[in-house]
């Protein structure tokens, strides 16, 4: 079996000296999709944070791309590949489509307007609005803007926070289109934070649960769709 592309071992983070994660194991190979169920409060955010950079891990280690990451700062992990879009997606409001795809490809290598260009094939919506201030877009046009400004990017892990939140059924439906095309294209690996059971048992190949900051079962994806079932797990229906 290869190494996988994140491995995550005993992780704990917190705020401050209040503790969040409380030894968090898991791995995601390359070109996965996995997801993460959990109830608000649990951690999971507090996860792809500490995953980032953005929060430090208080104890335990992150591995990407067979690199220890664990004390590296949230620049170096992105330009290792960790791409990560937040909850509340934080495009730039002010700025145009345009020049949210451009501050994106900050982290590419390749030419800035042959990567807008290909990454547009992926988000034909988004073409129409280039001149368009990201903060006039709709929720869900501005989730696509997000994810499309993080694939400018090239990263080799997605990180997703609640994609689906405040979003319109259309527009969910077709970012469940998008990055499933995405992993056949180009096989991108996706860790997903959600709380949808239809969206997250859409997307996921193995689905984690999360309670009180650790990992306590893994269940398949068609197990993520019996709300009964996941309601015994974590009380989420």
Do not use: W
């Amino acid at each position: 079996m290869t190494d996988p592309l994140l491995s995550v071992v005993d992780l704990h983070s917190g705020y401050g000296r209040i503790p969040i994660l409380g030894g968090v194991s898991l791995h995601v190979g390359e070109g996965e999709f996995v997801g993460i169920l959990g109830h608000n409060g649990m951690g999971k955010s507090t996860l792809l944070r500490t995953l980032t950079g953005t929060l430090p891990a208080a104890a335990g280690s992150i591995h990407f791309g067979g690199r220890d990451i664990t004390r590296l700062s949230p620049t170096a992990r992105a330009r290792a590949g960790i791409g990560y879009v937040p909850q509340g997606r934080e495009i730039f409001p002010a700025l145009s489509v345009h020049e949210n795809l451009r501050m994106g490809c900050l982290l590419s290598r390749a030419r800035e307007d042959a990567t807008i260009a290909d990454i547009l094939t992926l988000f034909p919506r988004l073409k129409a609005y280039l001149d368009r201030p990201g903060g006039a877009l709709s929720g869900g046009e501005q989730q696509l803007l997000a994810l499309a400004r993080c694939l400018c990017g090239a990263p080799r892990i997605l990180l997703l926070d609640e994609p689906t939140e405040g979003i319109q059924p259309s527009i969910i439906e077709e970012i469940i289109d998008t990055l499933r095309e995405i992993g056949r294209q180009r096989g991108l690996t996706v860790l997903l934070v959600e709380q949808n059971l239809n969206f997250i048992a859409s997307l996921s190949q193995r689905v984690l649960i999360l309670q009180k900051g650790r990992i306590t079962r893994e269940v398949p994806p068609e197990i993520a769709r019996d709300r009964a079932m996941i309601d015994e797990f974590v009380g989420m229906a």
